[in-house]
């Protein structure tokens, strides 16, 4: 299938909430991960998890630090098997 580039500070929310594009389309935040990984972790964003007062991810992120969605990012790419725990 491929490989997929990744914003691990997640482009659509972190856009919306007015981050820079610069800091969006840093390398530092770009990864390649496989393109089904990419769909699963996509799933992730949008499923209710606990740990997020029982909100998907994308929901929580809202407002959210850069901080703290590249926490949740980094999470996200462990959870779905992308980077060890």
Do not use: C
Request: aromatic share 8%; charged share 30%.
């Amino acid at each position: 299938m491929g490989y997929d580039i990744h914003h691990v500070i997640e482009q659509a929310t972190a856009a919306a909430d007015g981050s820079d594009d610069e800091i969006i389309d840093d390398s530092d935040n770009l990864v390649s991960i496989p393109t089904l990984k990419h769909w699963k972790l996509n799933s992730w964003y949008q499923t209710k998890n606990a740990e997020f007062g029982g909100q998907p991810p994308r929901q929580y992120l809202k407002g959210k630090s850069l901080e703290e969605r590249r926490r949740v990012g980094l999470e996200g790419l462990k959870d779905i098997g992308v980077l060890a725990p």
